[in-house]
């Protein structure tokens, strides 16, 4: 008989009774029934039940062991009587009858414990995350991530693309999040950096000839954290395909992407589907207008409209909507079906939660009733409006007697953000949105340039590298600051209710047209040859055109698990500070490796 076990603790079934098996793991639970002891005992692959008979030889070890404690126990399968089975435990139709146990290890007194689902402070998580990760969910959700990304290398095999290494020591990124540096030994004063992503490495395969590569890559930026955005490292599908169009990048991917989320729709005994029939192509401007975001959630019906025309009308004597409008501002409306019987209560809590949590001004709403036959309005500013604007407004909005609308006004930049946000939260608190649902969605025709007002000029949008729509005749035809803002790019991001999985593009493979696209966001040709260099005299030696895609894997699996934070799809996250609380990085180091390094610490700059 092996060592450690026969088998593993979630392999038991009826067809093993009679067999003396061998099982190791943690000990989960103990209970003590009447002098019987029961024991739950854990590994990677499940629970089995043990039961110690008084005076049994492993009854005295077990009785004064902590739990976590590892052990191994000899002893017999049994059938549990048919009142006793547990149907949701795979081995729930038998126990062990436990005779001999070694213990392989005893645990001290926990910091936290293993057993059951109670919320513990970040802190204790985070500093014995080993303990955490035993937790059932925790678990479960690292397996999925296993999982996930092995279906995600096969499908990108299956599609005819094969996976290379890109390096992870490479030059600091003037554009983009902040880099993390590491100091060169045989370079005084010169730095490597961490990759933010493979971007240019894997354009660069395709000029070497390479034609569909990808990676299950990490990436390394010094940013913030937050929910959806763990600081430090991040890991994503990294893709680059040669001669190929946008549409040609979009049949690659969405199967793969459709796949995946098909696949573990059903995870852990979730009821969920996809979404059938190919992503939804949402133009940028489109899904500003009528969603407030550019990562909208399909899955909320509510349609925001723009009602600023309305809102200036003669018959309508509002004058803050008026002002806002004649100075640039626009005015936008949010429907909330069958709200116009709610309380007060109802919309003087979405007021409160506009001033607090968005900074805004507040949210104006109009309820639509019928009185004697014909649409009416009630709420604080329903009077400024005569019938024949509010019937406007309700035919445009496409709303109707019982329903409400909410506005939001200002400048473009702030309204969009609040009509968007308010949208969200409109449909949450109407239980609008259907959990049960992934729904996919391509935004496309994102605009290649904005205008910066802090410096007053024109600058890049989105990507640098992109391929602008109509090439080097629409660059060369947008002689005016609004032609230039209205060129789009050949730019696109994958959403999932909500969530920004992937922004990808097609790039810029011209250097003529790099130089001009750069020239128009005010950075002349030695800028670019200097920053970007490596990958432009590459173009010069012939680069086929080109495109890809770089979908994240840590919000893939959030989302297939339905957690709220991706710390909780990351086997060793840092917390909100950056810091590694198990490993205590980062930490200083010893005088020694400094000096090897040629680098002398300066006092901290204070802020």
């Known amino acids: 008989m092996h060592a450690y076990r026969t088998h593993t603790c979630g392999e038991l079934r009826k067809s093993h009774v009679g067999e003396t098996v061998k099982l190791s793991g943690w000990l989960h639970r103990r209970r003590d029934h009447g002098g019987v002891m029961f024991i739950d005992l854990r590994d990677h692959y499940g629970l089995t039940q043990i039961v110690f008979n008084p005076g049994s030889a492993g009854f005295a070890t077990v009785e004064r062991l902590r739990a976590e404690s590892v052990i191994t126990v000899e002893g017999k399968v049994v059938a549990r009587d048919g009142d006793l089975v547990n149907p949701n435990l795979a081995t729930g139709e038998i126990e062990v009858v436990g005779g001999a146990v070694s213990v392989q290890s005893e645990a001290a007194e926990l910091p ?16 014995h995350r080993y303990l955490d990760l035993r937790r059932e969910q925790l678990h479960k959700n690292m397996v999925l991530r296993s999982n996930v990304i092995a279906s995600l290398r096969r499908r990108m095999v299956a599609g005819g693309f094969t996976e290379y290494q890109t390096p992870i020591l490479t030059a600091s990124s003037p554009e983009g999040a902040r880099d993390f540096l590491v100091p060169s030994r045989m370079h005084p004063g010169e730095f490597y950096a961490l990759p933010q992503a493979p971007q240019q490495f894997k354009q660069l395969l395709m000029v070497s000839g390479f034609d569909r590569y990808f990676q299950i890559a990490p990436c390394f930026r010094d940013e913030d954290a937050r929910a959806d955005r763990s600081p430090g490292e991040f890991y994503q599908l990294d ?10 990048v979009f049949n690659a991917v969405e199967p793969v992407m459709r796949g995946v989320f098909e696949e573990f729709a059903q995870w852990d005994g979730k009821q969920r589907t996809v979404v059938p029939g190919p992503f939804e192509h949402v133009p940028y401007a489109e899904a500003m207008l009528k969603y407030g975001s550019d990562k909208p959630d399909l899955r909320n019906p509510l349609i925001i409209c723009d009602v600023s025309d309305i809102a200036t009308r003669e018959d309508v004597t509002l004058g803050v909507f008026k002002k806002i409008v004649d100075g640039g501002g626009i005015v936008r409306a949010i429907p909330a079906p069958t709200t116009a019987e709610q309380p007060r209560s109802f919309f003087d809590k979405m007021d409160a939660w506009a001033k607090k949590e968005m900074q805004a001004p507040g949210l104006g709403y109009i309820r639509f009733v019928e009185e004697d036959g014909k649409l009416a309005g009630t709420g604080p500013i329903a009077k400024f409006f005569a019938p024949e604007a509010l019937a406007a407004l309700a035919a445009k909005a496409g709303v109707k007697a019982g329903d409400a609308l909410f506005f939001s006004a200002g400048d473009k930049t ?158 060793f996250p840092m917390n909100q500070q950056a810091r590694d609380l198990l490993m205590g990085a980062p930490s200083p180091v010893e005088d020694r490796q400094l000096k090897e390094l040629n680098i002398r610490l300066a006092p901290a700059i204070k802020s």
């Not at 893709?239 to 040609?248: A, C, G, K, N, P």
């Open 414 to 571: 702030a309204a969009v953000k609040l009509a968007g946000a308010a949208r969200t939260r409109i449909g949450e608190e109407l239980g609008l949105i259907d959990k049960s649902i992934f729904k996919l969605c391509w935004i496309v025709d994102f605009p290649m340039f904005e205008w910066d007002e802090d410096n007053k000029c024109v600058d890049f949008s989105h990507n640098p590298f992109s391929m602008p729509q109509g090439g080097m005749e629409a660059l060369l035809a947008a002689d005016t600051v609004e032609k230039q803002l209205a060129i789009k790019a050949y730019q696109y991001d994958i959403v999932c209710n909500g969530i920004e999985l992937s922004s990808g593009a097609i790039r810029n493979h011209r250097p003529e047209i790099m130089l001009k696209a750069f020239e128009i966001a005010g950075k002349g040709p030695h800028v670019v040859e200097e920053k970007f260099g490596g990958m432009l005299n590459a173009f010069r030696y012939g680069a086929p055109p080109h495109g890809g895609i770089a979908p994240g894997v840590d919000r893939i699996v959030m989302l297939l698990a339905e957690v709220d934070n991706l710390r909780d799809v990351i086997l």
């Open 239 to 248: 893709i680059e395909m040669s001669f190929v169009t946008q549409e040609d």
């Open 112 to 127: 936290m414990p293993v057993f059951g689902d109670h919320s513990y402070p970040e802190d204790i998580r985070l500093k």
